[in-house]
């Protein structure tokens, strides 16, 4: 693949200080099922870093997998679970959490946030509803951080669902997988302490964020989910080879790697916006963190698929197209001037 | 982990020539989810090596994950899943195969293999059964190669048995988590095209053979499951960065390595058998892979267990253990002998 | 129970000619399971009122479990079923689809009913997704008749429906709760032969339509469905002892009761329409089957709880209350009398 | 079906007394979902039977229905459930439990009996094995009273059988299909009260027990279940007319009408069994309730099936063939005497 990629921001694999680690730990024989040395280092250091010392940490493969667990774990057989419209587990999961039997109750969003006002009147609606024992009864809110749209819950958003899911006795539950991305963006203000106390459940992403593979699932307070390595062994979740992925965690939590990914990401976002901006190129929204999203005429969009993989993002009404481009910790600084350039070249095609 | 170490084969990360691969590719940029062209490399050389051109191959990232997925997609919903009572899907997967809906119907067997005769035998009394609209129908066979015994089917084992499934028009299907060390036993006259000429489905065990994690769905003939790149996704198995198991079949299935390390691990357990025979240690079973059951008196276990880590395996009637040893791609002579020398110092214990 | 009743159509026993019916065979001995010879005298009436000679029928016993058995049965793993987001299976059936592994992909309606034009937009939308692989495949299509605001499909629509449908090769199912009072409604063009050609299942309610309790799924096309009998056995929904219901459904067709069921449940239903018009009271929609949505004041809430049983519909966002009155073969015109009278005391309270 | 009908316990519609209930309330207006008087008045006197003020009681249309819903409900997801290999849900459910998501354990068994000491092995050396993450953990454990070949738990064996589960902390659950033909057992000294001493979730069978159809569902401590209402709603098995199944009940639960049942078919088995034993007819096991298992040669069986409906049970190994009779409420002494002559007439076919 010669060309331009922005497509999506798990396209390279590891970060180099990853791939060192790695290297250097290959043929130490550990046990299995992350019971291991190295996954217990890491796992350590995430508690650090999430200042949450009673903490449970289980290193997964993927997002949806992680997703799938954590919510199915989460939930009663009779819940169903509160998302943005626009969440990840809404759509584009292919239905893993109904194939593990729970409704997504989708609800309005702004930038792909849920509100905090959002969730309490649908709880209360739910309560005064006197048909409710034939209802999915809403038994937690999943949010991402950032979100789908790039766009980030700021402390006192975050503060307010948490206060009103702990008002209802349902968990909160944090979707990171681009989380670096959050945590490197200069708007940021939820950090991983923050995250930590204010959600019951969340996932630190590898995938997205300079590992190989794999994710963090991190539950605060001890116990949160009982039996929860069983059940990921019983989802197939569970790998035999743990340490790979607790190796990884360990490079990311050491001297600062996983928020310097992120710094390096958002930056070359920046850099996207800055030039799109100059050249008078639309975004759909004003999100800060690694994804942009351009909106292109027909005749731009035809030009420029030909000059760099961008993911299709939707169709506007007015006939429009919006492109999502995603910047990550492997983005070179030569390939986003390539990219502007060709941008600036059809700046003026209509 | 300082110790000797033979409790499994899938202690270490990967072989040399694998981490050589994904190092040299690291930073390429690649498109997601297996889409790329190192992973349509890999496949090419898996439908080669099978001889299986029009073979549909995956890459999951574990085989509890592989096992439920490919089951789950293959049987019907009023079906089951035929096995022999040993069989891995029976008991260690906790419960994944009826997680996603279908019954283990388990059956006796002869070393960890399932005879032709008894599936014939079970099939023909189901058919016979007047309520058997109210069963589970048989709807699939189960086996590993080699089993979890370590003992292997021979070619005229598994054509009968494909031939009882065949008559019946049910799939049959081989778990390979430990392919290579079948591929690599002098005693082993199953090659690559003959599974792929005799199975519906069977996949190429990477996480216990050399790779970091990653085993190979194949289904010799195309569309075999349709929908398995959603289902797999719906599932969480699906990688988002499919390339880096590409990456490592790849480089298993280049100058002949899988087979390699195959060799490799079942010289070293034959070299363990061989040193039990010279000190008159026993062994549960005469198998000829990479796994050694060796039977211990109480006194002969305390001792070596807190020698070398080995995995336990059952209690005998007769109130001795048997153990399970492992060998595999990283196992190392100088560990070789100092286990025997282990065995050797307490062959008197009884 | 001695207040005037409204609050559903699944309030009394069962019409006195089906009870007199399952007091005839009371103790005729018969095979278990549907398989006996009232059951298929049943069948039989059944195809020969759908015309379709070839039809499956089969009877469960109620609709949550018909809608979850067809649907899951008529899905693939990977499929979800559009519905109208006011059907039955969006809301008020306690996630029984999802908890069968499917997701219900709601749709916008008009007056309850799903149009044509919806659907085929939401299938040219998939199918020109460039990530449809990741997304759940919209597999059939599921409608009311009537739907859950009383509402009916006209022949044209169903047609459209049906041809959207087939164009794209997925099947329509039609969930018959109230389907009596839909064929016995003078508004309604669509007779049960129509239903056989257009839908692809659908069921026949006998719950709400003189039964004690019972469904008639029916598939005109024999084998739509491989195994359903083993399907619904291990769904639960397998009666032993089948000719309960074999027998009333012999009943309800036999000499136009199942119409004339629907007929006088409808005739009471415009005889409260007609009141509530004289004496000023709004209705929410105008739909001319069995259920009646008035709209009251808060103070005519008040009262009219305490007069008669309703059931609670929605609040409007000017803080009226929608109720529903259900009419149905039990519903006598002196309780009709009674509730109109209850209307007309409290129509001028605002 | 005019011939002599043993084939089971399920062949008639209700008994009288429950008839004349039905009728009596055919026409009363009622609340749905068993929150009705009705319902609440059976509930109330099935409470008081069973000396358990406290217990939640519903009522579920069939038996397969109630295993897979309290099975369902009193599991987690990483357990399975104990039952004797010859359990109802081992087999004949069509895997009904499995596709609820969860693995039935099989346990030898004495004709048809879990054994406290088979109970506590299994869970001793569950707790020992050191891969128990990996393994389906033993949640609960299911029997039969009367088991499916018709013998009984002493109360001495069920006390220790709930002794072992409360030691272990999992509830025993019992299926009482044809529970009214134990109560009715002249054997027989475990009564109602007992039940719900020892067990933690039971069910009263009605469909085999004179009712038209229904199960009442029995959790002797109250909240037991969470959300049992929902759950059961989820699963298709919430009848709307919930009072259809609640007066069937009353009037089983009125003047001993229960017990009248069994004790009528417990009386019929007996004079089968001392017909058959006259002459000289063996039986499989020497069973005290309303089920009879003859042994015949091929040529009686071929006789004796064109005489009456019976069921075929298994073949012997030395070919002879065990059949089952069942007896019920509605077993005529004139049904009797001809099925005993028949047997008499080919008493010395070999």
New interface residues.
Partial sequence: ?NRL?F??D?????H?EV?KR??E????????YGL??LSESAREKIRQACRAPEADVFFL?????????VI??LL???Q?VLSAATGHIC??????I???????LPLPHREGRLEAETVRNFLERFRAD??R?????PGMVYISQPTEYGTLYSLRELTELSGVCREAGIPLYADGARLAYALGCPANDVTLPDLARLCDAFYIGG??CGA??GEAAVFPRRGTV??F???I?????????G??AGVQFEALFTDGLYERIGRHGVAAADRIRAGLAACGCPLLLNAPTNQVFPVLSPAQEEVLRGEA?M??WETLEDGRTVMRLAADW?TRDEDVDLLLEAFRRCADLR
Avoid: I
């Fill in positions: 693949m990629f497509a999506s798990y396209a390279s694999g590891c180099p791939l790695l290297t730990t290959n043929l130490v024989r550990s046990a299995g291991d040395e493969s993927g997002g949806t997998q992680t997703n799938a667990a199915g774990c009663k057989p009779w169903g759509g584009h999961e292919a239905g893993a109904e194939a593990g039997g729970h409704k997504v006197e048909s024992d034939h209802l999915v009864e995938t997205k190989l593979f009982p039996h390595f069983t059940m062994k019983q989802r197939g979740a569970l790998l035999a080879k340490f790979v993989e993911t299709f492997a």
